[in-house]
């Protein structure tokens, strides 16, 4: 192994943790955002929507982007982006400035998630073993990190920029020191050249784990940005209590990253994969029928063993069909396809849980999401690797495929 790989895979971890701890500082401190800015419980689901519509436009330009800008240099900048947006949502006081932040936020994050993603995808090819669930598995370790620290601001009652200054002023600089050594893939321009619609061109393929992604993060998106509101308002708990939930369930899911490389390796893509679905659908049962706080963190802790493993499966679902393709340049425009269907989860999932809970009954709410993991199982063949080729359940001795090391500022 050699060391720009080594030295790429840790720092590519590490960007992952940032965006983690950003994003579950934003997410598990929602009610206080509400409090701050006066937005009403009408008015909440079209801020929370606005984010993952900006998020996919950036997505979509990432596709653009990375045919002329290495996806290092893109994650480079537009993570200390999302980080000061961050802290302008809690530094800011009138609701224009609300709206500017989490538009910057949401447009930056989109980048962010697409150029790290096709780092992932791109450093797994080159190491010939599943190793994407250990970069998730970062993210959910800054989820962590995150949510307790919001935890720690709701308890001491801390306003949100006393909460937020400190972490953007340590991370920020860390990141752009750590983001001299990512590693980037190969150059697409050769396949770009030989397909006329270029490197993303006739990506039907790409159809079922597009349907995954968005069920995952409709699941995902439920959790984030209802299971406060959910623990509080319907199970009955404190405003500190329910910042936990999120927090138990990135533990589980830091826990199911941690060994899902491991699971992958032995049992397989679509075993693990399916076996993930079905413990989310348990969990939003047991979530649906909490009598009390303490059930439903169960259920949250079961959301998390379970919803772990799609999100990176799926991305390295995609990296590997394009490449059993013949075309490896093809790998970043899927992944930036793909990382649409993220939001596209996260723009169904918000609004739709919230207009439920509002119309009928959040637990109700709560099934919806059960239903609609189920139907990863319909698609879990599209995991299969092809016999013979990269992730088809052995390793290779070499590792040759990033032609790039860290770029320099």
């Given at each position: 192994?050699?060391?720009?790989l ?17 994003f ?5 401190r ?30 979509v330009?990432?596709?653009?982007l990375?045919?002329?800008?290495p ?12 980080l ?19 538009a ?33 598995a970062?993210?959910?370790a ?6 307790s ?6 308890h ?24 001299r ?6 150059a ?6 030989e397909n ?6 006739g990506?039907k ?7 995954v ?7 995902d998106?439920?959790v ?20 936990v939930?999120?927090n ?16 992958v ?38 959301l ?34 793909l ?7 996260f723009?169904?999932?918000?609004p ?6 509002d ?8 099934l ?9 199982l ?17 390793e290779?001795a070499?590792?040759a ?9």
């Amino acid at each position: 192994m050699t060391d720009v790989l080594r030295r790429g895979r840790a720092s590519l971890a590490f960007s992952f943790l940032v965006q983690g701890v950003a994003f579950a500082l934003l997410v598990t401190r929602i009610p206080a955002i509400q409090d701050r800015y006066g937005v009403s419980d009408a008015l909440l689901p079209a801020f929370l929507a606005a984010v993952p519509i900006l998020a996919g436009m950036g997505s979509v330009a990432t596709e653009r982007l990375v045919k002329r800008i290495p996806p290092s240099r893109l994650l480079r900048w537009s993570q200390p982006v999302v980080l000061l947006a961050l802290l302008g949502v809690g530094a800011g006081e009138r609701m224009a400035v609300l709206g500017v932040a989490l538009a910057a936020f949401g447009l930056a994050v989109g980048v962010l998630d697409a150029s790290m993603n096709m780092l992932g995808v791109s450093l797994q090819r080159a190491y010939g073993r599943s190793i994407m669930l250990s970069f998730h598995a970062a993210y959910s370790a800054g989820g962590i990190v995150g949510a307790s620290l919001a935890w720690v601001g709701a308890h001491w009652e801390l306003a949100l920029w006393v909460s937020y200054l400190p972490v953007v002023l340590l991370l920020l600089p860390a990141a752009l020191v750590g983001s001299r050594w990512y590693a980037d893939g190969p150059a697409a321009e050769e396949d770009t050249q030989e397909n006329g619609k270029g490197a993303g061109g006739g990506l039907k393929w790409l159809l079922p784990l597009c349907l995954v992604m968005t069920v995952a993060y409709i699941g995902d998106s439920t959790v984030s940005n209802w299971s406060a509101k959910y623990l509080q308002d319907v199970l009955g708990s404190s405003e500190q209590l329910a910042t936990v939930p999120y927090n138990v369930y990135m533990v589980t899911t830091l826990l199911g990253r941690a060994i899902g490389d491991v699971g992958v390796r032995r049992f397989g893509a679509v075993a693990v994969v399916r076996a993930g679905a079905l413990v989310a659908a348990v969990g939003f049962a047991v979530v649906a029928g909490a009598s009390g706080a303490w059930v439903g963190m169960l259920g949250f802790t079961l959301l998390g063993l379970g919803l772990c493993v799609l999100v990176p499966q799926t991305f390295a679902a995609a990296g590997r069909r394009a490449y059993e393709s013949g075309r490896p340049g093809a790998s970043d425009a899927a992944v930036a396809r793909l990382n649409v269907f993220n939001y596209v989860g996260f723009l169904i999932g918000s609004p739709l849980v919230g207009a439920l809970g509002d119309t009928w009954s959040y637990r109700g709410a709560m099934l919806v999401p059960m239903v609609l993991v189920l139907v990863t199982l319909v698609c879990a063949k599209s995991f299969a690797a092809q016999p013979d080729r990269y992730g088809g359940g052995h390793e290779r001795a070499r590792t040759a495929d990033v032609g790039r090391g860290g770029n320099g500022l």
